[in-house]
C-alpha cells in the first residue's frame, strides 16, 4: 500500500478493562487517520499490564481480545496497520534488556508517573524492578520500529522525553543513528466526560463502554449529569460546562448542536429531550461499530488471525533493527560468523 508519509507511528494500549467511549472518540478515532497517512504499529502493551497486574494476570488476558474486538470494530484496519500483542513480539524484550546496560537508574526515578503511583498505590507493592523500567520498556516498543510519531495522552509526554534521551544517549556512545528519536503526537479534540462529569476513566467508574447495549447506554445517559447549574427545568443552562453537550459536538449535525446551544441558554429545551436527542445521534454513529463488534465476538478466530499475523509482520523489522543494535554495541556474538 503507498502512503503518503513513509515515517512509522507506534501505539500501544494497556490492556486492564474494556474501552469506552472516550476511547473511541478520543484515541481510535485518531489512529483510524493515522493509518491511511502513515506505517503504523497498533499493539496492546500486556507486558506494561504485568508491571502493576502481575498477581492477578487473568484480567490481562481477557482484555488483550476485548481490546482488539474494539479496535477492528472501530475501524482499525489490519491491512492499513500493522496490529499485534507485545509479548508475542519478544525482540522488544531484548532492545529493552540492552538499553537497560546504558539507563541511568535516576533518569528512571524522577518519571513523575512512577512517582506518583508508588505513592499512590498503598495495596499493591510497586516496588519492583520491572515497574520502574515501565518507561524503558515503552522506550524500547517505539524505538524497535524507529517510530518518529506516537500518539499518546499528555500523561505519557514525560515517557516520550526520555525515550528521547536514552536513544541520544545510545548514539552518542556508538557513534550511531540507527534509532530514531520519536515524537510525542498530542491527541487532541474534546474531553470526554464521563457521567459524573469528570473524566471518563474507568477509576472514577463513570464509563460508557463500547460493550455496552444500546439500553444500558440509554440508562448511563439518562443518569448522566448536565449542567449542575440547571436545578429546574425552565432554569436556562450553560452548554459549555456540560458533558452532553460535548457528546453532541462529535456526533450530531453542526446547524443541530447551534440550536441546542441557544434553546439550552434560553431554556427553550429540556434536559431529557436533549439527551433524547442525542442518543438517536450517538446510536446511529455507533451502529457500524455495534454490528461489527457483535460479528467479532462470535467469530474471536479472525482477532487471532489477525494478531498472528501482525506478530509476524512486526517481529520482521524488530529483529532487523536488534541486529543492527547488536553490531553498533558490539555484541552480536559468533551467530553471525
Ligand atoms: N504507557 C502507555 C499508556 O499507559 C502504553 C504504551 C506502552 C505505549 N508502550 C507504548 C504508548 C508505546 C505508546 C507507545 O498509555
Ligand atoms: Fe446539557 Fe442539553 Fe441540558 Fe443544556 S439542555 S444542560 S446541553 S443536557
Known amino acids: 500500500m503507498t502512503k503518503p508519509h513513509k515515517e512509522v507511528v507506534v501505539s500501544g494500549m494497556r490492556p486492564t478493562g474494556k474501552l469506552h467511549l472516550g476511547h473511541f472518540f478520543g484515541v481510535l478515532k485518531n489512529w483510524r487517520e493515522l493509518q491511511k497517512n502513515y506505517i503504523c504499529y497498533f499493539f496492546v502493551a500486556d507486558w506494561h499490564s504485568l508491571t502493576t497486574e502481575y498477581a492477578q494476570t487473568e484480567v490481562i488476558q481477557k482484555s488483550i481480545t476485548d481490546i482488539v474486538i474494539d479496535w477492528l470494530a472501530a475501524g482499525i484496519n489490519p491491512d492499513q496497520a500493522v496490529l499485534f500483542v507485545q509479548s508475542q513480539v519478544p525482540e522488544h524484550a531484548e532492545l529493552h534488556l540492552l538499553l537497560s546496560m546504558i539507563t541511568p537508574l535516576s533518569w528512571l526515578e524522577r518519571v513523575p508517573s512512577y512517582k506518583e503511583l508508588k505513592q499512590e498505590n498503598k495495596i499493591k507493592d510497586l516496588s519492583t524492578y520491572g515497574f520502574l523500567g515501565y518507561p524503558l520498556l515503552q522506550t524500547s516498543d517505539v524505538a524497535i520500529y524507529k517510530a518518529k510519531h506516537i500518539p499518546v495522552g499528555q500523561d505519557q509526554v514525560a515517557h516520550i522525553e526520555l525515550a528521547r534521551e536514552i536513544i541520544r544517549r545510545f548514539a552518542h556512545l556508538y557513534s550511531t543513528n540507527i534509532?530514531?528519536?520519536?515524537?510525542?503526537?498530542?491527541?487532541?479534540?474534546?474531553?470526554?466526560?464521563?457521567?459524573d462529569g469528570r473524566k471518563m476513566s474507568k477509576s472514577y467508574d463513570n464509563c460508557v463502554y463500547l460493550s455496552d447495549s444500546v439500553?444500558?447506554?440509554h440508562k448511563k445517559f439518562m443518569a448522566y449529569i448536565t449542567d449542575p447549574q440547571r436545578m429546574r427545568r425552565q432554569d436556562p443552562g450553560n452548554p459549555d460546562?456540560?458533558?452532553?453537550?460535548?457528546?453532541?459536538?462529535?456526533?450530531?449535525?453542526?446547524?443541530?448542536?447551534?440550536?441546542i446551544n441557544k434553546g439550552c441558554r434560553s431554556a427553550a429545551i429540556g434536559c431529557v429531550d436533549c439527551k433524547k436527542n442525542l442518543?438517536?445521534?450517538?446510536?446511529?454513529?455507533?451502529?457500524?461499530?455495534?454490528?461489527?463488534?457483535?460479528?467479532l465476538e462470535?467469530?474471536?478466530k479472525v482477532v487471532y488471525d489477525i494478531l498472528k499475523e501482525g506478530s509476524l509482520k512486526a517481529s520482521k523489522v524488530a529483529a532487523a533493527t536488534l541486529r543492527e543494535v547488536r553490531s553498533a554495541m558490539g555484541m552480536e556474538g559468533y551467530a553471525s560468523k
Open 215 to 217: 439500553e444500558t447506554a
Open 298 to 300: 462470535k467469530n474471536p
Open 179 to 195: 534509532l530514531l528519536e520519536p515524537r510525542a503526537l498530542l491527541t487532541q479534540g474534546a474531553k470526554i466526560l464521563g457521567t
Open 241 to 259: 460546562v456540560c458533558p452532553i453537550y460535548g457528546f453532541h459536538q462529535l456526533v450530531t449535525p453542526l446547524g443541530q448542536v447551534e440550536e
Open 279 to 295: 442518543l438517536t445521534h450517538l446510536n446511529a454513529s455507533l451502529e457500524e461499530f455495534r454490528d461489527k463488534r457483535k460479528a
